[in-house]
């Protein structure tokens, strides 16, 4: 079907003076993306899925702004926890201050040093699972990054990690506009936490496929903040086999437009896929969280928990569906969003699906959204605890289901740390 010829001509725009590169693999990879992505244009607000979210920033040919990172002397996340350190400073690999990525179970490749590789693992994931997303529902940034982006890396866990890997995204330039795309392979047996975390870039396009084989474990947190005049379009395509176990949590503070997209396929009998969020906006705050989680086996179990507290006028969105194809007996899908407005002003837009065919199935859904409950409140007050501190303990319990989905407490605790410390900037 033809596309619109704006959409055409916002394509043309953004990609030139952008060159599909490499040779090999890889250059095959990215110009199958390339093609797809001349086929649907880019996206605009009239298109289904971007009816609540306008694409404009992310499409235009340039970041178009300085965007100002935080400098406050908060710790950057997961500083206390042992882990392997992967450092991009405006969206270039720095193996200067990365860590030695030698790591007992792992191999960390550059995308950069694969792009010289004829036989590759990652020929087989790169543009593969971002390939199969854009099924039934378009979805061109994600074609976009595979097309062009140069830098990224691979990682394959062929046996259980020594310690986690944390890919961070460091700043020094105003106007940073960055592609990264990530390819990770679990292999049966293996397990594997990655963590994400840094100011990233004023305009960030990023794309990580996962494949975890039969009996794999991935755990996967990341921490989207320090960034208030953020715009980013993030995009996590997964593969979940048979007896796996796949579980993202993400944590969002801040950041003037942000998209998450998440397209996970249950593909291998009594898996498991889990993915929550919970986000934090303050004022001009736009968030939305796509997901699209798919039951193609039997015995499958999905869980959809994303939290968001707003204020004076922030946005945020979800847009979440299970679908269970046929065949997929047993299937368990849950899937709850809620908002926490903490005024009158902000808003929260909810638009939660099922779509089923299988007969033994126990799916549900739920979203509500609402204030402070008074009552708690008041009961708090009354035993002496001051209006702020009770109304902040509240928040915290709110978002409680979402964090408790990290199974690392460690970890878990540092995010509850993160939200403390946003709570006490934010307070009134």
Not at 194 to 223: C, Q, S, Y
Not at 348 to 376: M, N, Q, R, W
């Amino acid at each position: 079907m033809a596309q619109p010829q704006a959409k055409i001509d916002a394509l043309a725009e953004r990609v030139a003076g952008l060159a599909v590169c490499g040779s090999g693999w890889l250059g095959a990879a990215r110009r199958d993306a390339a093609s797809r992505l001349a086929a649907m244009g880019l996206p605009t607000k009239r298109d289904e899925y971007w009816r609540y979210t306008d694409p404009g920033s992310l499409t235009r040919p340039d970041a178009l702004h300085a965007a100002q990172f935080d400098t406050t002397d908060e710790a950057p996340a997961f500083d206390g926890i042992d882990r392997l350190r992967l450092v991009f400073v405006d969206g270039v690999f720095d193996p200067a201050q990365s860590d030695d990525p030698t790591l007992a179970g792992v191999e960390i490749t550059a995308l950069t040093a694969a792009e010289t590789t004829d036989i590759h693992w990652a020929r087989d994931l790169y543009g593969a699972l971002e390939a199969r997303g854009q099924t039934p529902v378009q979805r061109p940034l994600a074609s976009l990054n595979t097309a062009y982006a140069t830098e990224g890396l691979l990682i394959r866990a062929t046996g259980r990690a020594a310690k986690p890997v944390d890919l961070i995204y460091l700043r020094k330039s105003e106007t940073s506009d960055a592609m990264l795309h990530h390819c990770i392979k679990v292999e049966a047996g293996a397990e594997l936490t990655v963590l994400e975390n840094g100011p990233g870039a004023a305009r960030l396009t990023k794309v990580m496929e996962v494949d975890v084989a039969e009996g794999g474990r991935f755990h996967h947190v990341r921490v989207q903040g320090r960034d208030p005049e953020r715009r980013a379009a993030t995009h996590l395509f997964a593969r979940v086999g048979a007896n796996a176990l796949f579980k993202s949590f993400t944590l969002t503070a801040n950041g003037r437009m942000t998209r998450n997209d998440a397209v996970i396929e249950l593909a291998g009998h009594d898996g498991v896929a889990h993915i929550a969020g919970a986000a934090m906006g303050d004022g001009d705050f736009h968030h939305d969280d796509t997901v699209f989680m798919t039951h193609a086996a039997e015995r499958c179990e999905s869980r959809q928990v994303f939290k968001k507290v707003l204020k004076s006028g922030a946005v945020g969105v979800f847009q979440g569906k299970i679908l269970v194809k046929p065949g997929a007996q047993k299937t368990d899908g849950y899937q709850i969003s809620q908002s926490l407005l903490l005024d009158g002003a902000s808003q929260f837009l909810a638009k939660p699906e099922l779509e089923i065919y299988a007969d033994d199935v126990k799916c549900s859904h739920g979203s509500t959204s609402g204030a402070i409950d008074e009552v708690a409140l008041f009961y708090l007050q009354s035993r002496g605890v001051p209006r702020r501190v009770a109304q902040s303990l509240l928040v915290l319990a709110f978002l409680a289901e979402a964090i408790a989905e990290i199974d690392d407490e460690t970890i878990a605790e540092d995010i509850r740390s993160r939200l403390e410390g946003w709570l006490a900037r934010h307070e009134g």
